[in-house]
């Protein structure tokens, strides 16, 4: 094949055979490019294994408009018994009650645009508290989503 014929590479073509080695505990890294279905993964390859599992996935989304256009599609796709949506912000706020949100039966959180901990750190306050109570759940599996700049 010529370099203009390839197929692309997606997140799922590296990942899903590895699902099954995730533990509790696991940091799992996704560092990809605009486009390469990061999100993809998540709504069809990890949904059917926590589906199975009956586990749960929480997905953190750092924009409004960007988790409308989410839940919809989950909901659309009747995928919202496994994948809870939330904002970063909404997160934050709900640790400011110490309110209970990431609950025992999610097993998967998706930290999507995690540079959100990095660029609102300079506005807010609260993306510090927000980023380490994520990374301490040690008991869950903990996926960060990090977009690459392609040059």
């Known amino acids: 094949m010529t370099q203009s014929t390839k197929k692309r590479i ?60 989410f839940q919809e599609e989950i909901k659309r796709d009747g ?8 904002l970063y912000q909404k997160y934050e706020w709900e640790l400011l009650k110490n309110s209970v949100v990431v609950k025992e039966d999610y097993k998967y959180i998706v930290c999507d645009e995690f540079h959100y901990f990095l660029t ?6 609260n993306t510090e508290d927000s980023f380490y109570a994520m990374i301490n759940e040690k008991s869950k599996i903990r996926i960060v989503c990090l977009q690459l700049l392609m040059q």
């Open 120 to 125: 609102e750190s300079r506005y807010n306050k």
């Open 79 to 86: 995928k919202s018994d496994v994948i809870t949506i939330i």
């Open 10 to 69: 997606t997140v799922s073509d590296v990942l899903t055979e590895h699902i099954h080695t995730w533990q509790r505990g696991d940091i799992i890294t996704i560092e990809a490019g605009t486009g390469v279905g990061k999100s993809h993964f998540i709504k069809n390859e990890l949904y059917p294994i926590a589906k199975k599992e009956r586990s749960r996935i929480l997905f953190f989304l750092n924009r409004t408009r960007l988790n409308e256009q």
